[in-house]
């Protein structure tokens, strides 16, 4: 499989790539790298690339300052999975996955300094991972959803999150790790906008969703 990697700066915010684009040359796959920093105790982040190898969260976060916790929340059980950093390795919930369309919380000790995580792999698009667009599948109720594509902007003018139907109204709570607090957005069917204003993503952020009905969340996307 041909693969190339670009300059990605001019789609994505706070997204880098290596290598050269070779004249006349074209690829299936575009790999690149993102980097989120956390400077207070708790972080709502998200890893936007593929490693096309189950996307464990052991393999993308190899390593953090002991005593880093990562939360994972269970929707159908109501109950956070976590992994502990020790320092041989991770331990608990060690299947827990961290795919594009995730989010996990992350614990820094805070006795620890700022902790800096890179997500390395592959940016999913629509030719690569189906031709109907990439599904993020939302749930009725309350989830820890991410953008699938690590590219800055509003969740639905540019992420074409779909907006619920007239008979229901569904609420995006942004988290503010600075304060400990949410931000929420509210989409009101009868006014057909965001209220107060449309969410804005940011690359590695993860954010939670109160849905009123289950919904595909489709993305078309294509940097080719």
Same mark, same amino acid.
């Given at each position: 499989?041909?693969?190339? =990697?670009?300059?990605?700066?001019?789609?994505?915010?706070?997204?880098?790539?290596?290598?050269?684009?070779? %004249?006349?040359?074209?690829?299936?796959?575009?790999?690149?790298?993102?980097?989120?920093?956390?400077? !207070?105790?708790?972080?709502?982040?998200? !890893? %936007?690339?593929?490693?096309?190898?189950?996307?464990?969260?052991? !393999?993308?976060?190899?390593?953090? =300052?002991?005593?880093?916790?990562?939360?994972?929340?269970? $929707?159908?059980?109501?109950?956070?999975?976590?992994?502990?950093?020790?320092?041989?390795?991770? %331990?608990?919930?060690?299947?827990?996955?961290?795919? $594009?369309?995730?989010?996990?919380?992350?614990?820094?000790?805070?006795?620890?300094?700022?902790?800096?995580?890179?997500?390395?792999?592959?940016?999913? %698009?629509?030719?690569?991972?189906?031709?109907?667009?990439?599904?993020?599948?939302?749930?009725?109720?309350?989830?820890?959803?991410?953008?699938?594509?690590?590219?800055?902007?509003?969740?639905?003018?540019?992420?074409?999150?779909?907006?619920?139907?007239?008979?229901?109204?569904?609420?995006?709570?942004?988290?503010? $790790?600075?304060?400990?607090?949410?931000? $929420?957005?509210?989409?009101?069917?009868?006014?057909?906008?965001?209220?107060?204003?449309?969410?804005?993503?940011?690359? !590695?952020?993860?954010?939670?969703?109160?849905?009123?009905?289950?919904?595909?969340?489709?993305?078309?996307?294509?940097?080719?």
């Amino acid at each position: 499989m041909r693969t190339k =990697a670009l300059i990605l700066s001019a789609v994505f915010c706070a997204m880098g790539a290596v290598s050269v684009l070779a %004249q006349n040359v074209y690829s299936v796959n575009v790999v690149g790298y993102t980097t989120v920093t956390i400077t !207070n105790a708790y972080a709502l982040i998200a !890893n %936007q690339l593929t490693d096309n190898a189950g996307d464990l969260a052991t !393999n993308h976060i190899p390593t953090a =300052a002991t005593g880093t916790i990562i939360y994972k929340y269970n $929707p159908s059980t109501g109950i956070y999975a976590s992994i502990t950093r020790i320092p041989t390795g991770w %331990q608990g919930a060690t299947t827990m996955t961290l795919a $594009p369309g995730e989010g996990v919380f992350v614990k820094k000790p805070t006795t620890a300094p700022s902790l800096t995580l890179t997500f390395v792999g592959e940016v999913k %698009q629509t030719s690569t991972h189906g031709d109907a667009g990439m599904n993020n599948p939302v749930l009725a109720g309350y989830d820890i959803y991410s953008a699938i594509v690590p590219q800055a902007g509003g969740i639905t003018a540019v992420h074409q999150y779909p907006v619920p139907p007239t008979s229901g109204s569904d609420q995006v709570f942004k988290y503010n $790790p600075a304060l400990g607090t949410y931000l $929420p957005y509210s989409y009101s069917s009868t006014g057909t906008r965001w209220l107060p204003t449309e969410p804005q993503l940011a690359v !590695n952020e993860a954010f939670w969703i109160r849905a009123a009905n289950a919904k595909d969340w489709i993305r078309t996307f294509d940097v080719n």
